[in-house]
């Protein structure tokens, strides 16, 4: 268990939806990363949120979005879903930013079918 | 392009043989990291290295960082069914910041009792 928590495990909607991907990181992190696995592109770095502030941004889509909350968890916002999004979505939780020992816990993923 | 090419693509062997995966680009990391993923789970870190020729042992696991630091590999000594699993490299390219980290495609690795 590496202590960073997601929900749902699995969920299941159809195109055009709107779904929302929640995330609670290791006690103590203030980063947040979220990733997307699909078999045809593996494990791809999506956005980071550092207390509070977006830090980075990967191959995010413009209809996919994320914040950080006060109370550090965080939320993955994805739109107008279409049959491509479905894939594992995980969120991972760091201690710091600053060096290369920034090393990174993942959740257990989010599962997402899109019918 | 993957910036990480991670080889074989897939493995399948008998317990007790040894095995080498290999992480290379042609990027210079500040640093590279192992994972292993089970199926439907998230990927479990296994070591970071983070200097140019380090080896680390993790029990029956060896990682080592090429002296350039563009390439990295995992070795494991006679492999048991419990090695079972996808195996990640992933890294920080040298000039891009510690925020964005770079998966390779990935290892899968099948050890028969």
């Known amino acids: 268990d590496s202590g960073v928590t997601q929900t749902p495990k699995h969920l299941i909607t159809a195109t055009g939806q709107r779904v929302t991907l929640r995330c609670s990181p290791r006690?103590?992190?203030?980063?947040v990363y979220w990733y997307q696995q699909s078999l045809d592109q593996g494990l791809q770095f999506l956005i980071q949120y550092y207390n509070g502030e977006e830090r980075a941004k990967g191959n995010i889509l413009e209809r996919f979005s994320a914040q950080q909350f006060p109370d550090l968890h965080s939320e993955l916002n994805l739109s107008s879903l279409e049959l491509g999004d479905s894939a594992l979505y995980f969120c991972a939780s760091s201690v710091s930013v600053l060096n290369s020992y920034n090393e990174q816990f993942f959740g257990p993923g989010t599962r997402l079918t899109v019918l | 392009t993957q910036l990480l090419e991670q080889s074989p693509q897939f493995l399948s062997i008998q317990e007790g043989e040894n095995l080498t995966v290999y992480c290379n680009s042609s990027?210079?990391?500040?640093?590279l990291q192992w994972y292993r993923q089970e199926p439907g789970e998230g990927p479990v870190l296994l070591v970071t290295?983070?200097?140019?020729?380090e080896v680390k042992k993790l029990k029956r696991l060896t990682f080592q960082f090429g002296d350039a630091r563009k390439d990295s590999s995992l070795h494991i000594t006679a492999a048991q069914p419990g090695d079972t699993g996808l195996y990640l490299c992933?890294?920080?390219?040298?000039?891009?910041?510690?925020?964005?980290?770079?998966f390779g495609a990935g290892t899968r690795l099948a050890v028969h009792p």
């Open positions: 006690s103590g992190d203030l980063s």
């Open positions: 990027s210079v990391f500040s640093s």
């Open positions: 290295v983070v200097t140019g020729g």
């Open positions: 992933a890294g920080f390219p040298f000039s891009g910041g510690y925020n964005k980290l770079i």
